[in-house]
T-cell receptor, first 115, second 109 residues
Framework: KAGVTQTPRYLIKTRGQQVTLSCSPI?????VSWYQQTPGQGLQFLFEYFSETQRNKGNFPGRFSGRQFSNSRSEMNVSTLELGDSALYLC??????????????FGQGTRLTVV | SQQGEEDPQALSIQEGENATMNCSYK?????LQWYRQNSGRGLVHLILIRSNEREKHSGRLRVTLDTSKKSSSLLITASRAADTASYFCATAGANNLFFGTGTRLTVIP
């Protein structure tokens, strides 16, 4: 069974631009969650989707948004990029309804650099 | 910050020794999870312990949870070089998930 796939793996964007990251969950998993990892702030939860509905949301500004499609694939979007958005963005999928109380399987991440 | 704090920040041991790392948190939780991250395999879920549980085992891993002290510990027994990684705790509340700052474990062959 294929694992969680994130695309692209690396991305360089300019301040002010927007970016869309993609995540394909493990087949059969309907919950997808997103995380940001930086050296300064560590690992932080962004948001989580189950059956195309946002279930939980972390403490991030509205520039960070996401969605989930009927096939459980998910995208996250960051608008008006700032230098501080440079980070490793991780996606995870879970068999249960939420990563909060079931095992989450992580992708390799998308390394975003904002210049 | 509502993040958990992990202690120690870094730990270096010889192969075969036990490693213990601790996690303290600030708010009430539904459960606490431990994760491992290394460059080869990315972030991997290790174990989940619910707020009404006090101890849980999985292979060479032993996790304890003391909700009165808002703390948890992860014990890795008979460590191996492959255990070299960063270890994070994550606390789940009603609608948010907070990660600790991590412990960097180095197991020397």
């Amino acid at each position: 069974k294929a694992g969680v796939t994130q695309t692209p793996r690396y991305l360089i964007k300019t301040r002010g631009q927007q970016v869309t990251l993609s995540c394909s969950p493990i087949s059969g998993h309907r919950s997808v969650s997103w995380y940001q990892q930086t050296p300064g702030q560590g690992l932080q939860f962004l948001f989580e989707y189950f059956s195309e509905t946002q279930r939980n949301k972390g403490n991030f500004p509205g520039r960070f948004s996401g969605r989930q499609f009927s096939n459980s694939r998910s995208e996250m979007n960051v608008s008006t990029l700032e230098l501080g958005d440079s980070a490793l963005y991780l996606c995870a999928s879970s068999l249960g309804a939420t990563a909060f109380n079931t095992e989450a399987f992580f992708g390799q991440g998308t390394r975003l650099t904002v210049v | 910050s509502q993040q958990g704090e992990e202690d120690p920040q870094a730990l270096s041991i010889q192969e075969g020794e036990n490693a213990t790392m601790n996690c303290s948190y600030k708010t009430s939780i539904n459960n606490l999870q431990w994760y491992r991250q290394n460059s080869g395999r990315g972030l991997v879920h290790l174990i989940l312990i619910r707020s009404n549980e006090r101890e849980k085992h999985s292979g060479r891993l032993r996790v304890t949870l003391d909700t009165s002290k808002k703390s948890s510990s992860l014990l890795i027994t008979a460590s191996r070089a492959a255990d070299t990684a960063s270890y994070f705790c994550a606390t789940a509340g009603a609608n948010n998930l907070f990660f600790g700052t991590g412990t960097r474990l180095t197991v020397i062959p």
